[in-house]
């Protein structure tokens, strides 16, 4: 391009090509940018939970990758509707689509509560010290 501009002599089409390819990558960057500040702000939502062994506990975990106890202190987790990123189940909108979350669907995530029977049946022996 700028030897076009040297020699003043422009190739329109090869200039509308060009400039394609840099709103292409601007989209691309415009996306990047928000599946970033999606997931910063998933990050700094709440602090990370700890199992008893000093491990952080990931969000929407049920057990602890590191020793495997029980995690009964994660939140209820529900699906978006519109791409199936784990929500809160209190959420009002989905960080990465931006779909708002219907009281229903909220709803339908508090009915389903943890089983403490099948927890019970977990030997606990393997967490006793």
Request: one cysteine or more.
């Amino acid at each position: 391009m700028l030897e076009m501009f040297r020699r003043d002599q422009f190739r329109q089409d090869l200039i509308v090509e060009r400039c394609d390819e840099l709103v292409s990558l601007d989209e691309r960057l415009q996306e990047l940018d928000t599946l970033l500040a999606a997931a910063v702000s998933v990050r700094r939502a709440a602090p990370a939970a700890r199992c008893e062994c000093g491990a952080p506990l990931v969000w929407g975990s049920h057990f602890c990758a590191n020793c495997g106890r029980p995690a009964a202190a994660t939140p209820p987790v529900v699906g978006c509707p519109q791409c199936g990123s784990a929500l809160a189940a209190d959420a009002k909108f989905c960080a990465v689509c931006g779909k708002a979350i219907t009281p229903e669907q909220q709803s339908e995530a508090a009915a389903v509560e943890p089983q403490p029977e099948l927890l019970e049946a977990l030997p606990q022996e393997r967490w006793e010290e």
